[in-house]
């Protein structure tokens, strides 16, 4: 089977650049007051991003069950974008620091994982994970590093879901080891409690070692781990405590009743690096390729077939996961029967796999895939994080000194 063409391999990563016209801002992104706001306005109004973001009916939406003709919601027969071959470019909105967008306030890990990925950043809250995606999309920032699966809760359903609903390209990995504490307020004694709040990775992540505790408390779910901290804090709660980093604790004044409450030591959290250009991949390191795509026909076998284009090539799957094709829910036994009854469910397959776009195996194997699928994207071809790392360990290394320093006992190792 012949190789992709470059000329296919640009077409499948899909545009790099929004429109003008739907992207206002994009003709002025090297301005600091692109979207409208300078920086000062934007630093003065509001620390989240929510305020600042268009309605999603101005974002174009990739057609997720568009034809084999229209991967990643684009003709064929488009002029490939340019796509920028730099692993670290230049930031946008000042002369050294890039602009990273997270989800969450102060303190949270996805603060943490930003400024693992690039540090000396300047990083910035968003209220939503959606808020982030746009953000980038708006030039407000320069990247976005979101959270995409933990060890212990598994996937991040919300943002598989918005990597197809917008026009970002995953750029880079960054694992980040992930230490829960127990936190409330000074004084507050553990048999007192009567709720815990978290997110619900958070919660998921620590539910036996909570039930252990023997704690008689109700569970709820907030947006970011240290935004339940803040909770706490700003309304005085004496019954509640939040399941948080260290750092949330050191910055909101709560003291850790528990330390390392997570259900197994080895609790990681996979973030992704987004952009709004992709990067051209390479073979001189280690890279991951992720795709989603559609099945043209119902049944394992089409499913077998597609895992077979990369058994055969001995490319390696490191996750294989369905979400359900919101752009056409159900296929009916009779389509042009209204009545007609479900015939079943309709889904959209997330892939990762540990091979560049750069590798003709890679190139090969998307061929092949694309022939039984309505629908393939490429979400991205980018570094893996290679890091070494220990969930108890410490190390003496510099960097390793600034992160413990401050993000707290997040119990970082790097090389």
């Excluded at 190789?3 to 206002?24: D, E, N, V, W």
């Excluded at 909101?252 to 051209?280: H, S, W």
């Excluded at 895992?307 to 390696?316: E, G, T, V, W, Y």
């Excluded at 320093?405 to 790097?414: D, F, I, P, Q, R």
């Amino acid at each position: 089977m012949k190789a992709i063409a470059p000329s296919h391999l640009k077409l499948i990563f899909g545009s790099s650049q929004p429109t003008a016209r739907s992207y206002p801002c994009v003709q002025n992104a090297h301005r600091s007051d692109s979207c409208g706001t300078s920086r000062s306005e934007w630093h003065s109004s509001s620390a989240v991003l929510t305020s600042k973001v268009v309605s999603r009916e101005t974002i174009p939406m990739p057609l997720v069950s568009a034809g084999v003709d229209h991967v990643n919601g684009h003709h064929r027969h488009q002029k490939p974008p340019n796509v920028n071959d730099d692993l670290s470019p230049a930031p946008m909105h000042g002369a050294n620091r890039l602009r990273v967008a997270y989800q969450g306030v102060t303190g949270a890990y996805s603060e943490a994982a930003a400024c693992k990925a690039y540090p000396n950043c300047e990083a910035i809250p968003c209220a939503q994970f959606e808020d982030a995606f746009q953000a980038v999309e708006l030039c407000i920032s320069d990247r976005a590093v979101l959270p995409i699966e933990n060890s212990l809760g598994g996937s991040i359903h919300r943002n598989n879901d918005l990597l197809l609903r917008h026009c970002l390209h995953i750029v880079g990995e960054v694992q980040l080891p992930v230490h829960h504490c127990l936190l409330a307020l000074p004084g507050v004694r553990k048999e007192f409690l009567t709720c815990v709040i978290s997110h619900p990775q958070g919660l998921a992540q620590c539910e036996r070692t909570l039930t252990k505790l023997g704690l008689n408390v109700s569970r709820k779910a907030v947006d970011n781990t240290a935004v339940a901290a803040e909770f706490i804090s700003a309304n005085n709660l004496h019954d509640t405590a939040a399941i948080a980093s260290a750092r949330a604790a050191e910055i909101y004044g709560l003291e850790i009743l528990e330390d390392g409450i997570q259900d197994d030591k080895c609790n990681m959290t996979r973030f992704v690096m987004l952009a709004r250009e992709p990067i051209v991949p390479r073979t001189d390191r280690p890279f991951k390729t992720s795709i989603v795509f559609a099945a043209r026909e119902k049944g394992t076998c089409v499913l077998y077939k597609v895992l077979s284009a990369f058994a055969f090539r001995d490319i390696s799957l490191t996750k294989i996961e369905s979400r359900p094709n919101h752009s056409c829910p159900m296929r009916l036994v009779d389509d042009a029967n209204v009545g007609g009854t479900a015939k079943h469910f309709e889904y959209m397959f997330y892939i990762d796999f540990e091979a560049s776009m750069a590798e003709d195996r890679a190139q090969n194997a998307l061929s092949e895939v694309r022939e039984f699928t309505s629908f393939l994207r490429v979400l991205g071809s980018y570094p893996m994080d290679m890091t070494p790392w220990s969930p108890s360990s410490s190390t003496s290394h510099a960097a390793s000194s600034k992160m413990n320093h401050l993000y707290g006992n997040l119990h970082m190792a790097t090389a």
